[in-house]
């Protein structure tokens, strides 16, 4: 080997070693990233979870789950913590939801991940719920998706005049998931069947109206009811209560304007009674005012294929358990990263901002009951496991 050979070489190995630093430098930032995407810290006689994205409405990626459920299980055993605190940073958002264009791309090029988020999320939801601590949900600002997935099944959650809540999925090819399917039935009347179809965004003190929060406290009180519940004393699940409800009781922000769906509620209550999407914009075509056509308009947007999920999801989740709704979820979710809505879903409302999606089917009438039941379908093996 002459000395030109081994120059070569040389320079090859310090071009491999140079790229491997390189390397180990962007997965070292990568991973510092995603670490400070979520704050899981010990103060007082709490676990504080702050959900750290704010640029990006604090959404909630894979890491972030990943982090999160382990901690609450820890703080769940440990006897010196007494509470489960969770809040967003930044002022504009608690969480508007998941990380759905990454999960699209995913999906799109057969990467597990599609399949490890929607798992790892709705098993967080689940842990949530069943949360041997009290779990206080601080929900100031815009809560969506899966902001509401790791809030709505806490036992506490608390709303200010800054917090907009919506369910918005069946107008990117979704359906509201995250254990939408269990509360969303639950809620009074037919409100959460009108929720999940159109996506209607609900704001400030109606988010306590509608029983989605606990409570409602002013935002700018937000910080001295934390520092109040951290400065507890090894409190029982009534002192905290307390606490919240003293906050509750003083505040006086639109108490007494009325419930925004009140008027419309009965109707409501008729138009989203009907078993099928079909008899529902019937009813509403037929109602003819301003409000019902309003909805219409709405409905008629969405992904016909998301709206008949949605209606059955919520019809069969209103008999089921927590778990069992999560079940039948996930198998949704994967059926939905598989078909041409959701990726179209994404494009238009997400990517390229066109807000024109073309649905496959188009109509209601074209997604057959087949279609529909290949949707519900056990996954055997794959299935959801708690």
């Known amino acids: 080997m002459g000395q030109q050979d081994v120059c070569r070489l040389l320079w090859r190995f310090n071009s491999f070693k140079r790229t491997n630093i390189i390397l180990q430098h962007l997965r070292m930032s990568k991973h510092t990233d995603a670490a400070g995407d979520v704050l899981l810290e010990r103060k007082g006689c709490a676990g504080v979870i702050t959900l750290n994205r704010p640029k990006f409405l604090n959404a909630l990626s894979l890491s972030m789950v990943r982090q999160i459920y382990p901690q609450l299980k820890k ?168 606490v919240l409800e003293t906050y509750h009781t003083e505040s006086k922000t639109d108490q007494d304007k009325p419930f925004i769906l009140e008027e419309h509620m009965d109707k409501i209550n008729r138009w989203f009674s009907a078993s099928t999407v079909e008899q529902i914009t019937e009813n509403l075509r037929q109602d003819g005012s301003p409000f019902a056509l309003e909805q219409l308009k709405v409905l008629n947007k969405m992904s016909p294929t998301s709206l008949k999920i949605a209606l059955r999801q919520l019809m069969e989740g209103s008999s089921k358990t927590l778990e069992e709704v999560l ?60």
């Not at 029983?211 to 029982?236: C, M, N, Q, Y």
């Not at 598989?338 to 649905?359: C, T």
């Open 327 to 386: 079940t039948m979820e996930y198998r949704l979710s994967q059926a939905c990263m598989g078909s041409h809505d959701f990726h179209e879903g994404v494009r238009a409302v997400l990517i390229d901002k066109d807000q024109n999606p073309k649905w496959k089917p188009a109509t209601l009438k074209e997604v057959t009951d087949e279609d529909l039941n290949n949707h519900f379908k056990s996954l055997g093996s794959n299935d959801l496991k708690f």
């Open 75 to 242: 703080w769940e055993q440990d006897p010196e913590t007494f509470l489960i605190l969770i809040k967003g940073a930044g002022e504009k958002a608690f969480c508007a939801g998941g990380d759905i264009k990454v999960i699209s791309e995913a999906a799109k090029a057969k990467q597990k991940m599609s399949q490890d988020f929607f798992r790892e999320e709705y098993l967080l939801n689940n842990a949530v719920a069943r949360c041997q601590k009290p779990y206080v949900a601080l929900i100031d600002g815009i809560t969506m998706g899966g902001g509401v997935g790791v809030s709505v099944h806490g036992l506490f959650r608390v709303a200010t005049e800054k917090t907009v809540f919506a369910m918005p999925e069946t107008a990117i090819g979704l359906f509201p998931d995250v254990g939408g399917g269990y509360f969303l039935p639950r809620l009074q009347g037919k409100l959460g069947y009108f929720l999940a179809l159109t996506g209607f965004r609900l704001k400030g003190r109606d988010v306590y109206r509608a029983g989605i929060a606990t409570h409602f406290v002013d935002s700018a009180k937000l910080r001295t009811l934390e520092e109040d519940l951290l400065a507890l004393k090894s409190p029982s699940k009534e002192n905290i209560a307390n």
